[in-house]
């Protein structure tokens, strides 16, 4: 079955600095979203990337964040400057259509 | 701003109890969607209901949207322990773009063997 794959699995950084996290979506899906959770709370939408272009972005995902899709396959999210409290997890995830989202295994972001 | 609830938060169950999760959001749906995520997992999508009043069955599971598409349920008949996770409704913010979803705060699921 197709994945959404995220790499890497644990980003331990220490804060101010950058951090990319990367995703390869499923090949033929057009819809590619990033979200958090932090630990024990629910899922909150960052952003939505559709047709190589920002498509919706939440009030979290300020100037500090930014998203690219480089070459055609990955999906990066970069934090430029991070904070204590952007820790959490960060989930990609992909979808054919505008439901049904694929998550990847996500990200765990430890900012110390 | 528009929000999604859920309860309860926690619920326990003996193996071969029924469980039931129960969501409500403050604006009408055009569509919800549940997701299952195990223990140190990540969500998967189980279903979307659109229609008002639309009833899905997976196996045990049955999930219902309200007929005022505001409201919506999971219900799991007699539990198994490979049930065990968070179970998570979310739909689209009101006027918004259907690829952003808001997420209830989840209803975590145990089941004692």
């Known amino acids: 079955e197709p994945e959404v794959t995220q790499t890497p699995s644990h980003q331990v950084t220490q804060m101010g600095q950058e951090v990319i996290l990367r995703c390869v979506p499923i090949?033929?899906?057009?819809?590619f979203y990033w979200y958090r959770q932090i630990l024990g709370q629910k899922v909150e939408f960052l952003v939505s990337?559709?047709?190589?272009?920002?498509?919706?972005k939440s009030e979290i995902f300020d100037d500090q964040f930014s998203v690219e899709r480089p070459d055609g396959s990955n999906f990066t999210l970069k934090i430029r400057s991070t904070k204590l409290e952007d820790s959490a997890m960060y989930f990609c995830?992909?979808?054919?259509?505008?439901?049904?989202?694929?998550f990847g295994s996500g990200t765990r972001l430890t900012v110390v | 701003g528009q929000q999604v609830m859920q309860i309860p938060q926690y619920q326990h169950v003996q193996e071969g109890e029924d469980f039931t999760t129960y969501c409500n959001s403050s604006t009408t749906l055009s569509n919800i969607q549940w997701y299952k995520q195990r223990p140190g997992g990540h969500p998967v999508f189980l279903i979307q209901l659109v229609k008002s009043g639309e009833v899905k069955k997976q196996k045990r599971l049955t999930f219902q949207f309200g007929e005022a598409k505001k409201n919506s349920s999971l219900h799991i008949t007699a539990t198994q322990t490979t049930d065990v996770g968070t179970y998570f409704c979310?739909?689209?913010?009101?006027?918004?773009?259907?690829?952003?979803?808001?997420f209830g705060k989840g209803t975590k699921l145990s089941v004692k063997p």
């Open positions: 090949s033929n899906h057009l819809y």
């Open positions: 995830a992909s979808s054919a259509f505008r439901y049904g989202y694929t």
């Open positions: 979310a739909g689209p913010p009101t006027g918004g773009s259907q690829g952003n979803l808001i």
């Open positions: 990337f559709y047709n190589n272009e920002i498509s919706e």
